[in-house]
T-cell receptor
Framework: QQPVQSPQAVILREGEDAVINCSSSKALYSVHWYRQKHGEAPVFLMILLKGGEQKGHDKISASFNEKKQQSSLYLTASQLSYSGTYFCGTDFAGNQFYFGTGTSLTVIP | NAGVTQTPKFRVLKTGQSMTLLCAQDMNHEYMYWYRQDPGMGLRLIHYSVGEGTTAKGEVPDGYNVSRLKKQNFLLGLESAAPSQTSVYFC???????????FGPGTRLLVL
């Protein structure tokens, strides 16, 4: 039931854009996005609900296509501080929460 | 506001020993969660609670027990530790189901 993310890892230069995808084999009703820096706890970025697209902080935004059971996280004009592992997650409208497989993002000068 | 705190930060156990991890939150959140994170893997839900006095199994509950006697505290117990339980344990809380989860700093557990 774990959502699958792609790519597994990506390396960017400062100022470049990136897209991280999150796919589910099961129907999605909402999608969370979190970022975890090395050695730290995950930090909440945003939640997307059915039919919604939300702008997050900095230049990070996301979309949610419930028909395709997919969500995408967009990082524009990446900064060094964007480095970390990004996780999507969902509860499939229940109480159990499932995090995705994770995407490691490295931004280099 | 401390947010979510976890005790201890690091612990080494021998196989068969027991221990309890404590999670505390001061945000008056109803939901609390225990996750484990292994190298190169995502977070997997061990147990969770939807309110004081309630607990439920997550994806990987075997070998763990939990209790939520007070709303602000969520305890994770290992009765007989095994090397397979070597991991980083994160506690999280949320105001309600489906809402943003706020994580504690984690507990690194090494079972020899």
């Amino acid at each position: 039931q774990q959502p699958v993310q792609s790519p597994q890892a990506v390396i960017l230069r400062e100022g470049e854009d990136a897209v991280i995808n999150c796919s589910s084999s099961k129907a999605l009703y909402s999608v969370h996005w979190y970022r975890q820096k090395h050695g730290e706890a995950p930090v909440f970025l945003m939640i997307l609900l059915k039919g919604g697209e939300q702008k997050g902080h900095d230049k990070i935004s996301a979309s949610f296509n419930e028909k395709k059971q997919q969500s995408s996280l967009y990082l524009t004009a990446s900064q060094l501080s964007y480095s970390g592992t990004y996780f999507c997650g969902t509860d499939f409208a229940g109480n159990q929460f499932y995090f995705g497989t994770g995407t490691s993002l490295t931004v280099i000068p | 506001n401390a947010g979510v705190t976890q005790t201890p930060k690091f612990r080494v156990l021998k196989t068969g020993q027991s221990m309890t991890l404590l999670c505390a939150q001061d945000m008056n959140h109803e939901y609390m969660y225990w996750y484990r994170q292994d190298p190169g893997m995502g977070l997997r839900l061990i147990h969770y609670s939807v309110g004081e006095g309630t607990t439920a199994k997550g994806e990987v509950p075997d070998g763990y027990n939990v209790s939520r006697l007070k709303k602000q505290n969520f305890l994770l117990g290992l009765e007989s530790a095994a090397p397979s339980q070597t991991s980083v344990y994160f506690c999280a809380s949320s105001y309600s189901g489906g809402l943003a989860q706020y994580f504690g700093p984690g507990t690194r557990l090494l079972v020899l």
